[in-house]
């Protein structure tokens, strides 16, 4: 049964089902948070979306002999190629489909967060001798990716409810799109210190890769503690507060039992930060249920 589920847990990680599923759900708890009317087309765009671009851009970085890579989830996407252009063109019509059932300001607002999602991996920029994306700016991509998730799950269900003439808290809105920030922050961080070998390889100056592996990881806990506190003067209910700390907690405790621990070894435990997405949505529901 664990081996079951573990390969599960894998395919749904190399398959970006996983992160597709977070978006999702991330975006459901802006819905409870805010006390906002469900739009079920927003929750599939940001689905199709995240599976759309997040598969592009593996599409994108394709190595010349991906059977060959060292990286477990290269070497699976690209022996799944095909599925996985599948799953990918199935997304982008799914997607298309979609945006006739929306606002078109919602329409803009969603074509500038594909833009800035775009931008981090095109080469726009001319660095020296050299062309990049966003991903080149020393130290950006950490809140780039936690800004556009920001704007992504908490902007385009408000965005789309006030558009759609539903009455919005816009103090509330605005304070769930900082804390999701720093929230996403601590989700990210630890990527980017498993990574911190490849990335300075790579010439990449992340922010672990800057400050150090240990300092990142006392940054980390550093960005709980401070997101802890922010929920605490949070303009919301006591059971949503109580459901944002008891994920603050499970995330605490896969740091320090298995995350930034024997990080090679456990190379891939990093990726339940991903499903931490998905719990937060489930213990803030679960607690407001009740």
Not at 100 to 124: A, C, D, E, K, M
Not at 145 to 164: C, D, N, R, Y
Not at 244 to 254: A, D, E, G, R, V
């Amino acid at each position: 049964m664990m081996k079951a589920l573990a390969r599960l847990f894998r395919i749904l990680v190399f398959s970006n089902g996983i992160i597709a599923l977070a978006s999702v759900a991330q975006s459901a708890l802006t819905y409870i948070i805010l006390d906002l009317p469900v739009n079920p087309f927003v929750l599939l765009i940001e689905c199709c979306s995240t599976i759309a671009l997040y598969n592009m851009s593996l599409f994108y970085a394709k190595p010349a002999e991906p059977g060959k890579s060292r990286f477990a989830r290269t070497r699976w996407f690209f022996g799944h190629q095909q599925e996985m252009v599948t799953v990918t063109l199935i997304a982008v019509f799914s997607l298309l489909y979609c945006l006739w059932h929306i606002h078109l300001y919602t329409v803009f607002y969603l074509g500038f967060i594909g833009v800035l999602s775009l931008l981090y991996n095109i080469p726009f920029l001319r660095l020296g001798k050299h062309s990049g994306g966003l991903r080149q700016i020393p130290g950006l991509k950490l809140f780039h990716i936690a800004t556009v998730w920001s704007l992504s799950t908490v902007g385009l269900p408000v965005i789309e409810a006030w558009a759609e003439g539903t009455a919005i808290d816009w103090t509330a809105a605005n304070f769930l799109g900082i804390i999701k920030i720093v929230f996403l922050l601590v989700c990210t961080l630890p990527f980017d210190v498993r990574d911190i070998k490849q990335d300075s390889y790579y010439n990449l100056k992340t922010v672990p890769t800057m400050i150090g592996e240990q300092n990142a990881i006392r940054l980390n806990y550093v960005l709980i503690v401070f997101h802890t506190l922010l929920i605490a003067f949070a303009p919301y209910v006591l059971s949503i507060q109580i459901g944002l700390w008891i994920t603050n907690l499970f995330i605490f405790f896969l740091l320090r039992r298995f995350i930034f621990v024997a990080q090679q070894k456990h190379y891939h435990a990093v990726y339940l930060l991903d499903l931490s997405l998905v719990i937060q949505f489930l213990a803030v529901w679960a607690v407001s249920f009740y």
